[in-house]
């Protein structure tokens, strides 16, 4: 049973910090891996797709990296905003003839103070 | 802009009445919708599997005659929440996946906060 951690839970920062958000996955086979932002009471924004034959994508100041073997992603933040403060979860796609179900790790709520 | 549109946002209900959540992917078609539940400060769990034409898929756990899935069109998923309890409220998120040429992306509504007094 395909299980995801995120780590940490919370993590806080003063702007302009780069950090790291660090996703682990226990079946290495995915079909992708998605991150996404939540901000509090609302849906999901999609921030990047990875493919499981990729090995990272970048958009703006995010870079997401993936290691399919070890079972692992990270989500790379570059000089941190106060607008940057949400909970970021990741998100694997299992097998895709089932279905395309996303299965979720715990999140990690990010703070960004100014 | 929004690509998978959710409706309502908010709702309050009281105990024992039924709620219906509304699920469209606004600028494609959706043979496949799901829809996740997801308590405060906790992640989102699937519920289940909407497929249009025929039936939902539910996960282990879940009370399909509670929570009553139609995919009637290749736009519209709805959830239905029969009977409701307090203890059914929450914050319901559908999806809707997406080709974007390479893979497909997973989209999500703006979620809907029930609240059943």
């Known amino acids: 049973k395909q299980e995801v951690t995120q780590i940490p839970a919370a993590l806080s920062v003063p702007e302009g910090e780069n950090l790291v958000l660090n996703c682990s996955f226990t079946?290495?086979?995915?079909?992708?891996l998605q991150w996404f932002r939540q901000d509090p009471g609302k849906g999901l924004t999609s921030l990047l797709l990875i493919q499981s034959s990729q090995r990272e994508q970048t958009s703006g100041r995010l870079n997401a990296s993936l290691d399919k073997s070890s079972g692992r992603s990270t989500l790379y933040i570059a000089a941190s905003q106060p607008g940057d403060s949400a909970t970021y979860l990741c998100?694997?796609?299992?097998?895709?003839?089932?279905?395309?179900?996303?299965?979720f790790g715990q999140g990690t709520e990010l703070s960004v103070k100014p | 802009g929004a690509v998978v549109s959710q409706h309502p946002s908010r709702v309050i209900c009281k105990s024992g009445t039924s709620v219906k959540i509304e699920c469209r992917s606004l600028?494609?078609?959706?043979?496949?919708m799901f829809w996740y539940r997801q308590f405060p400060k906790q992640s989102l769990m699937l519920m289940a599997t909407?497929?249009?034409?025929?039936?939902?898929?539910?996960e282990q756990g879940v009370e399909k005659d509670k929570f009553l899935i139609n995919h009637a069109s290749l736009t519209l998923s709805t959830l239905t929440v029969t009977s409701a309890h307090p203890e059914d409220s929450s914050f319901y998120i559908c999806?809707?996946?997406?080709?974007?040429?390479?893979?497909?992306?997973?989209?999500f509504g703006q979620g809907t906060r029930l609240t059943v007094v």
């Open positions: 600028d494609f078609q959706a043979t496949t």
């Open positions: 999806s809707a996946r997406r080709w974007t040429g390479r893979d497909t992306e997973a989209f």
């Open positions: 079946d290495s086979a995915i079909y992708n």
């Open positions: 909407s497929n249009e034409g025929s039936k939902a898929t539910y």
């Open positions: 998100a694997v796609s299992i097998v895709y003839n089932q279905g395309g179900k996303l299965i």
